[in-house]
């Protein structure tokens, strides 16, 4: 299974946009690279995910390197409600959880 | 347009009885999944079911624990003769194909307090 590492905890300015890294040095070429948040006591929720190419949607955008070894999750202007813990998740069939980022956002 | 409903929210059990958790996927959704969160930490895989089959049970502990998704009905998570060690939320999530084409929706979870 793909091995993760991503920062323990992040802060922004509401408003300003966010960049959450994740290094992923040994994902497989089949592994779809998946970000999920957790808001306190409610069940992770689905952002994105994506393969090779970058990908966008009303949450936010996925920046995937051209070595897949890394991606970035951008949140474009980051509100109170996206204050959560942030996962990436490299993995097929079973989600292997990390300890993910924590994101605080400031007023 | 339900999503995945979890219940009960909260369950609280004494040491030696049985704790069942109900998982009922969105509609159109065949592929279930159980996940264990201790406090503070991240989730960790228990078990992966497709109607009626057990898929993966690779993080499911061998003794005590059970899961199944039978054809018509929800998913169950059944727990024998609880220890406080087991004091987690429980959360369950499903998705119409196999994990990777899809991304998988999750229920808001079962907490179950062991005294």
């Known amino acids: 299974d793909a091995k993760t590492t991503q920062p323990n905890s992040m802060e922004s300015n509401e408003e300003e946009p966010v960049h959450l890294p994740c290094n992923h040095s040994?994902?497989?070429?089949?592994?779809?690279i998946h970000w999920y948040r957790q808001l306190p006591s409610q069940g992770p929720e689905y952002v994105i995910h994506g393969l090779t190419s970058n990908v966008n949607n009303r949450m936010a955008s996925l920046a995937i390197a051209e070595d897949r070894k890394s991606s970035t999750l951008i949140l474009h202007r980051a509100t109170l409600r996206d204050a959560a813990v942030y996962y990436c998740l490299p993995n097929t069939d079973k989600l292997i959880f990390g300890t993910g980022t924590r994101l605080q956002v400031f007023p | 347009n339900a999503g995945v409903m979890q219940n009960p929210r909260h369950l609280v059990r004494r040491r030696g009885q049985e704790a069942r958790l109900r998982c009922s996927p969105m509609?159109?959704?065949?592929?279930v999944y159980w996940y264990r969160q201790l406090p503070e930490e991240g989730l960790k895989f228990m078990v992966y079911?497709?109607?009626?089959?057990?898929?993966?049970e690779s993080g499911m502990p061998k003794e005590r624990f059970s899961a199944e998704f039978p054809k018509e009905g929800p998913s169950i998570l059944r727990i024998q003769q609880v220890v406080r060690g087991d004091s987690a939320a429980y959360f369950c999530?499903?998705?119409?194909?196999?994990?990777?084409?899809?991304?998988?929706?999750f229920g808001d979870g079962t907490r179950l307090s062991i005294l």
């Open positions: 999530a499903s998705s119409p194909t196999r994990q990777g084409i899809q991304p998988q929706h």
């Open positions: 079911l497709q109607k009626e089959n057990i898929i993966d």
């Open positions: 509609k159109g959704h065949s592929h």
């Open positions: 040994t994902i497989s070429g089949t592994d779809y």
